[in-house]
């Protein structure tokens, strides 16, 4: 079910109504079929639910006996059959995903949500393991945490520990929740409809033929497209994040204004903040993370981050992304004492403000340049757009009426641009409190509150991509 759509509102709608008058006792079981059906309402995942539930009984019975058995070799095997069970089920998808031809698919699908619901899991049962968690002996409770339906398409990846006990509470109505969650659900419509997908029309033209477009375009459609990925997918996470809250349940936040870091570890600090967390808890850690010293800190970094590369997807230009950023943040770490000296004596840097727009307009640029091999459809195309970059800049000053006319012919037009700059603007005064927004709109008055909800509304029905494809980060 598409978080964008009146079946997704509509459902939510039920959903809600029916948990809150339904006695506490019968709610898990509500929000678990309520979970079921959304992962259902599209017939194509149907044959994924034995998986699902398969996984789930799994990873149960593995974290009872981890729990109970007292011998550590019989531990361990469990863990190591569930880090096997996961893993193939992630690797199968990513296989199905990038390395099979789609005429060879034979009907086989990506099971959605796979991710999701794996990650949560293996982490459960590492948590398990560590003692960090107990293990969760009402199956009912850990199918729903698997499975719970504002998560599991494109998370945030949720941990055991914050979400098994809030399925447990007593949850009463609650108006000023309930409406911000609403809200959070409008704003991350407005970010996807209005924004990513109205940049996305852009960026799908030039990164199709990259080989036709001059430097010019070629940057602008680079630049664009990591401000379209971070709305598209921050859109994802306000929705499940809105609609969690819907039936208070708060889930972790997956971005705090990433792009406006000032550092590249700052910016992964923001970004994706729940899957960075869980490569950094069960991955990075257990690599000996920075314990052995900076040379084997900065290599653990670098296999997290082609780890993660490879997460989404079995190419080349996903694993080059990945290697990049890990290369960056080792780089910013070992020259972040020079790079501190040097900024001392920046007399540009002397103003807070400036030195922070510099800083982010830098970490910016750098981001972008890993972000062509994520989006690049092939490494020749990667390799056309950068050649391009430093090719027909002239234009731009010797024949502008030329470069107004390519841009126009790549989508640059009409409204567009005011939709584009001012969503952005729109975007970045709203999340500059560094409040979820969900919990910001209920402190501002009702006469600024109000036309903002009618705004919203109007800004999506007049300049809403509707029918464009779905999130970015579904696929992976």
């Given at each position: 079910?598409?978080?964008?759509?009146?079946?997704?509102?509509?459902?939510?709608?039920?959903?809600?109504?029916?948990?809150?008058?339904?006695?506490?006792?019968?709610?898990?079981?509500?929000?678990?079929?309520?979970?079921?059906?959304?992962?259902?309402?599209?017939?194509?995942?149907?044959?994924?639910?034995?998986?699902?539930?398969?996984?789930?009984?799994?990873?149960?019975?593995?974290?009872?006996?981890?729990?109970?058995?007292?011998?550590?070799?019989?531990?361990?095997?469990?863990?190591?059959?569930?880090?096997?069970?996961?893993?193939?089920?992630?690797?199968?998808?990513?296989?199905?995903?990038?390395?099979?031809?789609?005429?060879?698919?034979?009907?086989?699908?990506?099971?959605?949500?796979?991710?999701?619901?794996?990650?949560?899991?293996?982490?459960?049962?590492?948590?398990?393991?560590?003692?960090?968690?107990?293990?969760?002996?009402?199956p009912l409770y850990y199918a729903l945490f698997v499975s719970f339906f504002p998560c599991i398409v494109t998370g945030p990846i949720e941990r055991a520990g914050n979400l098994l006990p809030q399925f447990k509470r007593k949850v009463t109505f609650d108006y000023n929740r309930v409406s911000g969650g609403m809200f959070r659900i409008l704003w991350g419509c407005f970010k996807k409809l209005v924004i990513a997908d109205t940049i996305g029309g852009i960026v799908g033209t030039v990164f199709g033929k990259p080989a036709q477009y001059s430097g010019p375009i070629l940057l602008i459609a680079c630049l664009l497209f990591t401000y379209q990925l971070y709305c598209d997918f921050s859109a994802a996470s306000d929705i499940a994040i809105g609609?969690?809250?819907?039936?208070?349940?708060?889930?972790?936040?997956?971005?705090t204004r990433p792009l406006a870091a000032s550092s590249y570890t700052e910016l992964w600090r923001r970004?994706?903040?729940?899957?960075?967390?869980?490569?950094?808890?069960?991955l990075y850690f257990p690599l000996g993370g920075s314990r052995k010293g900076k040379l084997r800190a900065h290599?653990?970094?670098?296999?997290?981050?082609?780890?993660?590369?490879?997460?989404?997807?079995?190419?080349?230009?996903?694993?080059?992304?990945?290697?990049?950023?890990?290369?960056?943040?080792?780089?910013?770490?070992?020259?972040?004492?020079?790079?501190?000296?040097?900024?001392?004596?920046?007399?540009?840097?002397?103003?807070?403000?400036?030195?922070?727009?510099?800083?982010?307009?830098?970490?910016?640029?750098?981001?972008?340049?890993?972000?062509v091999f994520f989006r690049a459809a092939s490494l020749s195309d990667a390799a056309v757009i950068y050649g391009g970059l430093w090719q027909g800049?002239?234009?731009?000053?010797?024949?502008?009426?030329?470069f107004l006319s390519s841009l126009s012919a790549v989508g640059w037009k009409d409204a567009v641009p005011w939709i584009i700059l001012g969503g952005a603007f729109g975007v970045e005064l709203l999340e500059f409190w560094r409040i979820p927004v969900n919990q910001l709109i209920r402190r501002i008055p009702f006469f600024v509150r109000w036309p903002l909800y009618y705004a919203?509304?109007?800004?999506?029905?007049?300049?809403?991509q509707f029918g464009s494809s779905g999130f970015i980060y579904q696929q992976y």
């Amino acid at each position: 079910m598409n978080f964008v759509s009146l079946s997704f509102l509509l459902f939510l709608f039920v959903a809600a109504v029916c948990y809150y008058v339904m006695p506490k006792i019968t709610r898990p079981f509500w929000m678990l079929a309520c979970s079921y059906t959304f992962y259902l309402y599209d017939p194509e995942n149907a044959p994924f639910v034995a998986l699902l539930l398969g996984m789930t009984a799994a990873t149960y019975l593995l974290g009872l006996l981890i729990q109970i058995c007292p011998v550590k070799p019989v531990r361990i095997a469990a863990v190591a059959a569930a880090v096997l069970g996961c893993s193939g089920v992630l690797g199968w998808g990513l296989y199905l995903h990038t390395a099979i031809k789609p005429t060879a698919l034979a009907g086989l699908m990506v099971p959605l949500g796979s991710s999701y619901f794996t990650f949560a899991a293996l982490g459960y049962i590492i948590d398990v393991y560590r003692g960090k968690t107990r293990a969760e002996r009402n199956p009912l409770y850990y199918a729903l945490f698997v499975s719970f339906f504002p998560c599991i398409v494109t998370g945030p990846i949720e941990r055991a520990g914050n979400l098994l006990p809030q399925f447990k509470r007593k949850v009463t109505f609650d108006y000023n929740r309930v409406s911000g969650g609403m809200f959070r659900i409008l704003w991350g419509c407005f970010k996807k409809l209005v924004i990513a997908d109205t940049i996305g029309g852009i960026v799908g033209t030039v990164f199709g033929k990259p080989a036709q477009y001059s430097g010019p375009i070629l940057l602008i459609a680079c630049l664009l497209f990591t401000y379209q990925l971070y709305c598209d997918f921050s859109a994802a996470s306000d929705i499940a994040i809105g609609a969690a809250a819907v039936f208070g349940i708060e889930v972790m936040e997956n971005f705090t204004r990433p792009l406006a870091a000032s550092s590249y570890t700052e910016l992964w600090r923001r970004w994706h903040i729940s899957l960075s967390s869980w490569f950094r808890d069960y991955l990075y850690f257990p690599l000996g993370g920075s314990r052995k010293g900076k040379l084997r800190a900065h290599v653990n970094q670098v296999i997290v981050f082609s780890v993660s590369g490879l997460w989404h997807g079995l190419t080349p230009g996903y694993l080059i992304w990945g290697l990049l950023n890990g290369v960056f943040l080792a780089v910013g770490k070992e020259t972040s004492a020079v790079r501190g000296r040097i900024a001392a004596r920046n007399p540009l840097y002397r103003l807070s403000a400036l030195k922070s727009v510099i800083q982010a307009v830098i970490v910016y640029l750098l981001f972008t340049a890993t972000l062509v091999f994520f989006r690049a459809a092939s490494l020749s195309d990667a390799a056309v757009i950068y050649g391009g970059l430093w090719q027909g800049w002239d234009v731009v000053f010797s024949q502008s009426s030329r470069f107004l006319s390519s841009l126009s012919a790549v989508g640059w037009k009409d409204a567009v641009p005011w939709i584009i700059l001012g969503g952005a603007f729109g975007v970045e005064l709203l999340e500059f409190w560094r409040i979820p927004v969900n919990q910001l709109i209920r402190r501002i008055p009702f006469f600024v509150r109000w036309p903002l909800y009618y705004a919203l509304i109007i800004l999506i029905g007049f300049y809403g991509q509707f029918g464009s494809s779905g999130f970015i980060y579904q696929q992976y």
